[in-house]
C-alpha cells in the first residue's frame, strides 16, 4: 500500500501524487467524460490536496468529514512536517472544478469549521463549490448519509 512503507505521514507531496497517478492510469483506460472523486476523512483532505497539485485531472469532489486544514486540525496533537495543508493549495484549483463538502454537525474529529473555510476560500475565487453540515451526523457516519450520494448525482449530472 502506498500509505505503507515507513511512510507514517499521509498527506506528503509523494503520496498524494501515487493517488493522483492511479487515477490518470484508470483515466487513460476507461476515457471517462469526467472524474468525480469521493473522499472521506483523510481521504477528503488527499483529495483537496489533489486538487491544487493536479488542477486539471478532476473534475469534482464530494469531500466528506474533510480535516481541511491540517494545521488547526492538528492544533494540540503531534505535527508532522512534511504534510501539504489542503487550504494552502486552494489557489491553484482549476475554477472549472466543482466541489462540495459535507461534515457531520455531531463530528467530533474534524470540526466543520475545517471545511467551512475550506470552501469560503473556493467561493472567494469564484470556484463551484458548496458546504453542508449534516445534522445528527458523526465523523463515521457521515458518510453514509444520503446526503453524499445526492452530491455525486449532482456532480455526474453537471456539465464538464
Avoid at 499521509?10 to 490518470?24: G, M
Avoid at 492538528?74 to 487550504?87: H, K, L, Q
Wanted: proline residues 7%.
Amino acid at each position: 500500500s502506498f500509505l505503507g512503507a515507513g511512510r507514517q505521514d499521509h498527506y506528503t507531496e509523494r503520496n498524494i501524487t501515487e493517488v493522483a497517478s492511479a487515477i490518470e492510469k484508470l483515466q487513460q483506460h476507461f476515457h471517462p467524460q469526467k472524474i468525480i472523486v469521493v473522499g472521506h476523512s483523510g481521504g477528503a483532505a488527499t483529495t483537496a490536496i489533489m486538487l491544487g497539485l493536479r488542477p486539471k485531472l478532476i473534475d469534482g469532489a464530494v469531500l466528506v468529514a474533510c480535516p481541511c486544514d491540517l494545521i488547526a486540525w492538528r492544533a494540540g496533537r503531534r505535527p508532522w512536517s512534511a504534510s501539504e495543508n489542503p487550504i494552502k493549495w486552494v489557489p491553484h484549483i482549476d475554477p472549472k472544478t466543482k466541489v462540495i463538502a459535507l461534515t457531520g454537525e455531531q463530528d467530533d474529529n474534524t470540526s466543520p469549521k475545517l471545511a467551512q473555510d475550506f470552501i469560503a476560500a473556493l467561493v472567494a475565487l469564484k470556484i463551484n463549490s458548496e458546504f453542508r453540515a449534516l445534522p445528527n451526523e458523526t465523523h463515521n457516519s457521515a458518510f453514509r448519509s444520503p446526503e453524499v450520494f445526492s452530491a455525486v448525482r449532482r456532480l455526474i449530472g453537471s456539465t464538464p
